[in-house]
């Protein structure tokens, strides 16, 4: 058990807590998809690739906008082509429909002859209905192309990570089948590591002064968005690639701009900063 | 035994179901919870709990689950610490903690409590109860290992330890919201219709055209979805309201944000409303609820904001305002019947916490509005009521109220 349990230890390039592990060596036990949630920016849509990399699978990305049919990531029915072919198209045989059925993300994971990472990325962007109106799929891994007839079942069933930010509700039957995951924002010593990770050449004491200046940005009441990891590790590089030495500045924190994105918190950090 | 946990978390409105929790025994078969609490506390909840604002209530249903099975452990912890203190107390023991006692090697409980006890402010201080509990796992309740215990070993902290803490409390649903949150369940707010210029492509009608031409493409246009919903939201401001003007900010934030509503307008009153409502919070620029009334349609949706907390006479008795010029002859709660009885569907949210509202005056705007509390839950069963009617939550007992006032004019 423990050897097919433990497939996901993270990478070096990605720090994920143990209960992240853990969520995604269940659902990789269970072949239940997974949903994570989170803060933007504390690597959801990373979870994947870093996964995907880890166990040496191919990735399919499937993200999701407000205009996203589930069945699109099926299979899209080219009906204009088809229609231009039987009208324009030399020498095309415009009777084999096949030719115009183009699989989707979800589509090309099930008909692969190997076991893929799915990521459906940010579901919630999508209609209320889109998680419902997979349900089967996901459940039984196989769809039919009503057009030719032809059924495709997966040979191994793929891993899928679906990411959400909150915006909607998902359905209640939806969630029943996953596997769900809260990514919580990392606290100082997770975040002190995935620093490291990416400017590993730091020093502990800039790491020190940056996560204080980071944490007590955090902590400033009604900021309309707090910075977040990504936000981080950017300023940082900022910061060395100007050669600022943070425990000698005072009044004001350099390249505010690069953790801060709203003009009202750029300018309620300043009135803090002169009171 | 673990079916009363599933109870213990239906209890605590997680609605857990038949199929997850079969999951969750199939993974427990698999072996999944690594044959610890801790792993258990995982397993269950990534697969029973698929919503954060209910980690909190899980936390909750775990700890008073499991806490059944340490409580005599507990117990114990007291006494043992003053005898480790003190060893001449021995005696004092009844018999059967003595047998437990003498169960286990002096010298390497008390270096344990050593370890445990540094462990404990380094991980996080004035863990009293950590050390409690901590104390009492070499006895080998809760299933550990009754002679390691795995004080917060390998870097993981005990479930029980993050169950106690509690950290998801503020993610939970009946707690008041930040911008983003209200602005999620203001979504709900809307009926979508085709209204306005003709932009957007209709690819059924134009095959349907194009057919009915024999093949000559007609390509046929129509005006895109829109939210239909009007929204007009009155916000009492000032005085005891004070100390939401922060919460109200936000929910003003999100409610005016553009394209959101067909039609969107605000107005301000103290207190509550009178024959007057302003369009700016400096009460500058006065509106006549009565033309308010007239040139509304009945269908906008009205959107009350406000503790309704006041001094019974202030709403009750006519000319019941405390501004002179507004004392008029129908009273508060006249003008805010004709506000309801004009509009088809209106709601009130009250920041007031809803424990707090019975045996005030809150309990007669309730008759006469639909009253919710401002808190995610709240503001979603609100915008539900405003978009498919329903029952309204029936606050106290408003009748005794108007026998007080010598009834309701």
């Known amino acids: 058990m423990s050897e097919a349990f433990d497939q996901f230890q993270g990478t070096a390039s990605y720090i994920a807590s143990e209960e992240l592990k853990h969520a995604v060596n269940v659902a990789v036990a269970l072949a239940r998809p997974l949903l994570v949630r989170g803060e933007p920016g504390t690597g959801k849509t990373l979870l994947a690739e870093n996964l995907a990399l880890s166990l040496g699978l191919p990735l399919i990305r499937w993200h999701v906008k407000s205009t996203t049919k589930a069945r699109d990531g099926l299979y899209v029915y080219d009906t204009v082509a088809r229609l231009h072919d039987s009208r324009f198209g030399d020498e095309v045989d415009v009777r084999d429909i096949a030719k115009y059925i183009k699989l989707g993300p979800l589509g090309e994971a099930l008909a692969s002859p190997t076991r893929v990472v799915l990521l459906i990325d940010e579901i ?7 998680p419902n109106d997979l349900l089967h799929e996901l459940d039984a891994m196989k769809f039919r192309i009503d057009e030719t007839g032809k059924e495709i079942a997966a040979a191994e069933r793929p891993i899928v990570i679906i990411t959400s930010n909150n915006e909607k509700e998902l359905p209640d039957a939806f969630l029943r089948r996953c596997v ?18 990416h400017h590993p050449d730091i020093t502990d004491k800039v790491l020190d002064n940056a996560l204080e200046v980071f944490f007590g940005l955090r902590a400033t009441p009604k900021l309309r968005k707090k910075p977040s990891t990504s936000e981080l590790v950017d300023w940082i590089l ?5 050669n600022v030495d943070l425990s000698r500045v005072s009044g004001g924190i350099p390249f505010l701009g690069t953790l801060l994105k709203t003009e009202q918190d750029v300018e309620l950090m300043g009135k803090r900063a002169k009171a | 035994m673990l079916i009363d946990f599933l109870y213990e978390l239906r209890q605590r409105k997680v609605p857990v179901s038949t199929h997850e929790w079969m999951a969750l025994m199939e993974a427990m ?7 610890s609490l801790d792993g258990f506390y995982r397993l269950a909840r990534t697969l029973c709990v698929k919503d954060i604002a209910l980690y909190d209530a899980y936390d909750e249903a775990f700890l008073a689950y499991f806490k059944d099975i340490y409580p005599q452990a507990l117990q114990l912890t007291e006494q043992l610490l003053e005898w480790l203190n003190d060893p001449k107390a021995f005696d004092a023991l009844t018999a059967e903690q003595r047998k437990l006692l003498e169960g286990m090697d002096l010298e390497k409980l008390r ?5 445990r006890l540094k462990e404990q402010k380094e991980r996080h201080d004035g863990g009293n109860r950590w050390i409690g509990t901590g104390g009492t796992s070499p006895f080998g309740t809760g299933g550990k290992n009754p002679n390691g215990m795995r004080v917060g070993g390998g870097g ?19 707690v008041v919201l930040d911008v983003r949150q209200i602005d999620v369940a203001l979504r709900g707010l809307r009926k979508l219709g085709r209204e306005g210029a003709l932009e957007e492509l209709d690819l059924d009608e134009t095959i349907d055209k194009t057919c009915k031409n024999a093949g000559d493409i007609e390509i046929v246009f129509r005006p895109p979805r829109r939210n239909r919903v009007k929204v007009i939201l009155m916000m009492d401001v000032g005085g005891s309201m004070d100390p939401h003007s922060e919460l109200m900010s936000r929910l003003f934030t999100a409610a005016s944000r553009s394209g959101r509503f067909a039609k969107f307008r605000s107005y301000y009153f103290h207190n509550c409303v009178y024959n007057t409502v302003y369009e ?3 009460f500058r620029k006065p509106v006549q609820v009565a033309d308010l009334l007239a040139t509304s349609d009945r269908d906008e949706k009205l959107v009350m904001v406000g503790d309704a907390l006041m001094h019974p006479a202030e709403l009750l008795d ?24 004009h509009f088809r569907s209106a709601a009130w949210f009250n920041p007031e916490p809803d424990r707090f509202w019975p045996g005030t005056t809150i309990e007669v705007i309730a008759s006469v509005f639909g009253m919710w509390p401002l808190t995610l839950d709240g503001l979603a069963q609100g915008v539900r009521y405003l978009v498919r009617g329903g029952q309204r939550p029936q606050v106290g007992d408003p009748s005794k109220w108007v026998k007080m006032a010598g009834g309701i004019r």
Request: charged share 30%.
């Open chain 2, 318 to 341: 006519p000319g019941g305002s405390m501004y002179l010029y507004a004392q008029a002859r129908a009273s508060g709660h006249e003008w805010l019947r004709r506000l309801a009885a």
């Open chain 1, 124 to 130: 919630d962007k999508a209609d209320l209905e889109f």
């Open chain 2, 280 to 282: 700016d919070a400096e």
């Open chain 1, 238 to 242: 900022a910061l060395k690639k100007a």
């Open chain 2, 156 to 174: 993981g902290r005990s479930a029980m330890a993050v169950a106690d803490e509690r950290r998801f409390r503020e993610y939970r649903r009946d």
């Open chain 2, 29 to 35: 078969a698999l072996g999944l919870h690594e044959s």
């Open chain 1, 180 to 197: 769900f995951h809260y990514i919580q924002f990392p606290n100082r010593e997770l975040m002190a590591e995935i620093v490291k990770v």
């Open chain 2, 111 to 115: 270096e344990m409590f050593a370890q």
